[in-house]
């Protein structure tokens, strides 16, 4: 079936460095990847989305790139602060299969 | 407020005894959902209903049921739970599906079978 990798599960950076998540799907034919973000105790959040029709999506210091003929979609925060730390978890979906596919979560840690 | 509405946050059962978790959204939503969330296998989909009365399995749905008699409620129910029912629970809205369509989620419901 379909699926979803997420790479790292973990992730330390010092404040104020990069921080880049990666997704693969199985899917060929999805068309949709949204990110959510888990504060810890918290439900997740959308942060950035992205169609496929559209190779980059910027909303201040996050960004999220997609390569479908690679088939994977990456989340990037610059500058990163404290409040960034969570886990953030990518999804797929693919038009007319009513679900979301997400990834496995990656546990991102801002140390200050 | 927006919002979905989970009860209740916790709850510690034992095995075999039936128990629902409730759901409810104040947005007119079309597109419910139920996510089990566990340690290394992120948030798996147990079932989704994209309107009253019409519910469909997600990826992991044995050992639980739902219903859709209201397009506001989508109970979640465990007719015999068992301990591999332990699990963080998500109930999620959309105003219907398709790209672009934000999932809304509840604040979860932290289960425990012993």
């Known amino acids: 079936g379909e699926n979803v990798e997420q790479h790292p599960s973990t992730l330390s950076v010092q404040e104020g460095d990069s921080a880049v998540i990666k997704c693969t799907y199985s899917?060929?034919?999805?068309?949709?990847f949204p990110w959510y973000k888990q504060e810890l105790g918290k439900r997740p959040q959308l942060i950035i989305d992205i169609r496929s029709n559209v190779g980059e999506k910027k909303d201040q210091r996050i960004a999220v790139t997609l390569n479908k003929t690679a088939k994977h979609f990456s989340l990037h925060i610059t500058e990163t602060q404290p409040e960034d730390s969570a886990v953030y978890f990518c999804a797929a979906y693919t038009s007319g299969t009513y679900k979301y596919i997400f990834g496995t979560g990656t546990r991102l840690k801002v140390l200050a | 407020e927006a919002q979905v509405t989970q009860n209740p946050r916790y709850l510690i059962t034992v095995t075999g005894k039936k128990l629902t978790v409730t759901c409810s959204q104040n947005?007119?939503?079309?597109?419910m959902s139920w996510y089990r969330q566990d340690p290394g296998l992120g948030l798996r989909q147990i079932y989704y209903s994209m309107n009253v009365e019409v519910t469909d399995k997600g990826d992991v749905p044995e050992g639980y049921k739902v219903s859709r008699k209201e397009k506001r409620n989508f109970p979640l129910i465990l007719e015999s739970p068992s301990p591999n029912q332990t699990s963080l629970y998500f109930c999620?809205?959309?105003?219907?599906?398709?790209?672009?369509?934000?999932?809304?989620f509840g604040q979860g419901t932290r289960l425990t079978v012993v």
């Open positions: 947005m007119n939503h079309e597109y």
């Open positions: 899917d060929s034919a999805s068309n949709y």
């Open positions: 999620a809205s959309s105003l219907n599906f398709g790209p672009n369509t934000e999932a809304f």
